[in-house]
């Protein structure tokens, strides 16, 4: 049997969560890159795979798995030693899904809100209130982390790959204040400090910010 297909982007924070969660699990898989601000992703051959010509897509034997939090928990499911990352206990599983769907619903739908016009449409609207409208998920993220050191309680799940994936690539343009976060700031700190978290992870997040910075100016030049 063959490794588990990944296609992936650096770029992406979906990508990188599912890095995470393949790293955790000890699960090796076959990357294969797709250049987003090429549209690769939205070749014939591509779309055909996966009708939302989405990144990460996930191939195992003839399966094809899209949407990172799916993937993520079919990577536990599948493949994990035991069930920590994704628990099956009913309560703490809706808690963890519960966790994916803020990243998806808020985190990450905030932070496209910002990057996706700029990096994709020419836009130079990098206002106050989009920033603001990224930093409002930051005081549920405080709250969470009130009394845990993991969103989802005292164990690492999948749900903390996520969500740190997001943050870690907005956290220079809407920053992160650490006297009104410092939960959140520790939570990220403890992320950091996991195996390989820097080369899977904030690499990838670092070049994306900077990536948004260089075609942010750009397009402010072209417009004057």
Not at 113 to 118: H, R
Request: glycine residues 4%; aromatic residues 10%; charged residues 25%.
């Amino acid at each position: 049997m063959g490794k588990p297909v990944l296609f992936y982007a650096t770029l992406s924070p979906p990508s990188r969560a599912v890095l995470l969660t393949a790293n955790a699990l000890g699960v090796e898989l076959e990357l294969r890159s797709i250049n987003l601000l090429k549209g690769e992703h939205l070749t014939e051959d591509f779309v055909k795979m996966n009708p939302q010509h989405t990144i990460p897509t996930l191939i195992d034997e003839e399966n094809i798995i899209y949407d990172s939090h799916a993937i993520c928990g079919y990577l536990v499911d599948k493949y994990g030693k035991d069930d920590k990352l994704y628990p099956k206990d009913l309560v703490k599983r809706a808690q963890v899904n519960a966790r994916l769907h803020f990243d998806s619903g808020h985190l990450f739908a905030r932070l496209r809100f910002l990057y996706e016009p700029i990096l994709y449409n020419g836009s130079t609207d990098c206002s106050m209130d989009k920033i603001a409208y990224i930093q409002k998920t930051y005081e549920i993220m405080e709250e969470m982390l009130k009394e845990h050191p993991y969103v989802c309680g005292d164990d690492l799940t999948i749900a903390d790959f996520c969500c740190a994936a997001t943050i870690t690539s907005v956290d220079e343009v809407a920053p992160v204040d650490e006297f009104k976060f410092p939960k959140l700031l520790a939570w990220l700190k403890r992320l950091s400090e996991l195996p390989n978290y820097q080369k899977i992870n904030q690499d990838g997040a670092d070049e994306l910010k900077r990536i948004f910075k260089e075609i942010l100016a750009n397009n402010r030049t072209k417009q004057k």
